[in-house]
């Protein structure tokens, strides 16, 4: 058995507004500008705000579309998945410079006034796309998400080492940043408002959990599926998620997404095993159901009880980044948990 929990969460700004909320839009004003932003060791200027922004890396487009600025993306790249579900018409008339990494003239020609950029291995001090200082020679502001520098070494290159632990205050921090710049505060307080009470309701709903009763491991991808898999560590997304709902992780490294072998795995032996699913096919183990065909058919793999007890959990793989979608990791682990009896009566 596989637990797949598909939901349309953010229609209409994420649902209900906490009642909190309200003090945070009479609070909101427009921007002055010009606007000075701190961000990832650089200083951003804007004297307005920007007409026309690129995208690299879906979290930050899904964030620009929730904070009603689709008109404004002339580019996006880095895709996983499809588009949150009410942005797919907006979405299909936007041009895509590419699935994964966009070429630096690719992202200059669209004449950008930004350019957001989720992970500095695309746009930072060695960037797969570019540098910050290649776009600053075009005068284009580059905003980098605060989730993959604050508390983080890039510096050994791949998907970095976290030094602090991943927190969603990351992402508000991104949400709030990005509705400053472009002056729609109030919608990003409204968005974070929904966010927050989203998280706080699947805590909720699992609080029961005492510590140590349920444990988990966070399978993203393979290079190959006989090989040792990249596995979630404690201190990226998926560990945040597994914490914050009283779960422990049993991959201990504060690596982002280390490699485990599966018999280590398999003697920590986890109560869930939570697989990535996604649309990339870099690597065959992307595709979920390979995952989960290698899980029951493994001679080390299958004897694991999360397996015998059917106890795997598909997760967007968006959400096991430190993404906006991190919040659907949340809620779909929780209803998860509570599916399977493992939350106390």
Request: hydrophobic share 45%.
């Amino acid at each position: 058995m596989v637990t797949l929990i598909k939901r349309n969460r953010f229609a209409l700004a994420v649902g209900v507004i906490a009642a909190g909320a309200i003090s945070c839009f009479s609070a909101a004003h427009a921007a002055d500008y010009p606007l000075h932003i701190e961000n990832c060791g650089n200083s951003l200027t804007f004297d307005a705000a920007p007409n026309r922004v690129v995208s690299i890396g879906q979290s930050g487009t899904e964030i620009l579309y929730l904070l009603g600025l689709a008109d404004k993306v002339v580019g996006t790249a880095l895709w996983l998945g499809p588009v949150l579900d009410e942005f797919s018409d907006v979405n299909a008339n936007i041009p895509r410079l590419a699935d994964n990494d966009p070429s630096f003239e690719s992202v200059v020609a669209q004449k950008p006034q930004l350019v957001t950029t989720q992970f500095q291995w695309h746009v930072g001090p060695k960037g797969a796309v570019g540098t910050i200082a290649q776009f600053n020679e075009f005068s284009i502001p580059v905003y980098t998400s605060p989730a993959d520098c604050k508390g983080k070494d890039n510096s050994t290159g791949g998907d970095g080492t976290r030094l602090d632990r991943f927190s969603m205050d990351l992402i508000y921090q991104e949400i709030a940043d990005l509705a400053k710049i472009f002056d729609v505060e109030a919608r990003g307080a409204e968005l974070i408002s929904g966010l927050k009470s989203r998280e706080q309701a699947a805590r909720d709903k699992v609080a029961a959990i005492a510590d140590g009763d349920v444990s988990a491991v966070v399978w993203f991808s393979s290079a190959e599926l006989d090989i040792d898999p990249y596995v979630a560590g404690k201190h990226g997304a998926p560990g945040y998620v597994l914490s914050i709902l009283g779960v422990d992780n049993v991959i201990t490294s504060t690596e982002e997404w280390p490699t485990v072998g599966w018999e280590t795995i398999a003697r920590a032996n986890p109560d869930i095993i939570v697989i990535g699913k996604m649309d990339r096919r870099r690597y065959p183990a992307d595709d979920w159901e390979l995952k989960l065909d290698f899980l029951k058919t493994d001679p080390v793999t299958r004897q694991m009880k999360a397996v015998k007890q059917g106890h795997i959990v598909a997760m967007d793989a968006q959400a096991m980044n430190p993404t906006i979608r991190t919040i659907d990791g949340i809620e779909v682990l929780a209803d998860a948990i509570d599916t399977f009896g493992m939350v106390r009566q």
